[in-house]
């Protein structure tokens, strides 16, 4: 049988945000095998528990809107915020009841107080440093009604594994997609990067594109005595299918956090 004839073009890096940008309509394949319904599930449990039974909810750093739409489907207002209206415009159209906003994240204004403040998919590392993470939480603070909560996953810098490159793969339109994601700290300081790679191959020809999102790095020790200030907080095992008190030594976990 005849090899078949593979070309393979390696594109320049992305920029800092072409994948949320120029390459969006990539962004849910390259999340295809996330269970947004189970997240946001699990999610709407635990405010059920620490809430004040509102439903007033935003999605920070909402991308395309798949939780915001689960949360409206539930039954909540549920509104998104995103730092790139390309992602914004498809959630638009995912959530035509929803209104979408153009802030970003470390300072941000909303029209009422909210009952719900979610953040998905490690997104609160988006905030470039220290400064900016406590000019978010001093936001999500100011934006909550009396005892509303946030709730975020997050990653501790100190247990992460720079071997570790998740990656799957998906057919659309013709094209074979491969997609891969893996943190990477260099041991110090407070920034660590989100390592990002794309190929798709259409009739042989495989294009490729990489890059690195500098993101906020720090450990569960800090990140508590940022939150504690201002939050009772109780924090869980990063598991969507089961609430779990978070057993203190898994280096990825769920955030739960109350308005004093």
């Keep these: 049988m005849p090899r078949r004839n593979l070309r393979r073009t390696l594109w320049p890096p ?27 599930h699990s999610v709407r449990r635990l405010h059920q528990l620490f809430g004040n039974q509102g439903r007033r909810h935003l999605d920070l750093a909402c991308g395309t809107g798949p939780h915001v739409r689960h949360f409206l ?21 995912r959530c035509p009841e929803a209104q979408f906003s153009r802030q970003d994240m470390a300072g941000f204004l909303v029209g009422e107080p909210l009952d719900l403040i979610t953040c998905f998919l490690y997104s609160i590392h988006y905030n470039a ?56 700290y260099s041991g110090k300081g407070e920034q660590q990067a989100l390592r990002l790679s794309i190929e798709k191959t259409t009739a042989g020809v495989t294009q490729a594109w990489q890059d690195e999102h500098s993101m906020v790095a720090l450990g569960f020790t800090e990140l508590l005595q940022l939150l504690q200030p201002h939050f009772e ?11 779990t008190p978070w057993g203190g030594t898994s280096g990825n976990a769920l955030f739960v956090c109350v308005k004093r």
């Design 73 to 93: 489907d539930f039954g909540y207002r549920s509104a998104g915020l995103d730092i790139n209206q390309p992602m914004l415009d498809i959630a638009q159209l």
């Design 129 to 184: 440093g220290l400064e900016q993470l406590q000019a978010c939480l001093a936001s999500v603070h100011g934006a909550l009604e009396d005892n509303g909560v946030l709730c975020f996953n997050a990653v501790d810098k100190r247990q992460i594994d720079n071997r570790s490159f998740v990656r799957h793969t998906v057919e659309h339109e013709g094209s074979h997609f491969t997609f891969g994601s893996g943190w990477y």
């Design 233 to 243: 907080v109780q924090v869980f095992e990063h598991d969507y299918e089961r609430i």
């Design 14 to 40: 992305m920029s800092s945000n072409a994948l949320y940008t120029d390459l969006s309509p990539y962004y849910d394949l390259m999340c295809a095998d996330i269970d947004y319904r189970a997240q946001s």
